[in-house]
């Protein structure tokens, strides 16, 4: 299943179209508005890097946030973490 959408998200998985299809996505949601955000969720900061390279040098790009799926998770979980009274952990933890 190359695509599934659903409750307004585009969900785009790897193949030999995914980097087009990301490309028309992201103009798609900035049709109507070309500063409404949109965010891309990438396996890893280097992949979001080039993605973001590669979607910014034809025109340009504003307002796209590219970002891995561990501080996504935290960005929803942190709102029922502080409900709870719970501290929220950084990205990086040292022990020792």
Known sequence: MPEMVSTGMNVVWYGANAFQRLAALVAESKTKDIVSPVTVVVPSPYAG???????????????????????????????????????????FVSFG
């Open 49 to 91: 890097l080039s993605l973001r390279r590669q979607l910014a040098a034809p025109t340009g790009l504003g307002n796209v946030r590219f970002i891995t799926l561990s501080p996504l998770a935290g960005f929803f979980d942190s709102q029922r973490l502080v409900a709870n009274g719970k501290p929220i952990l950084p990205p």
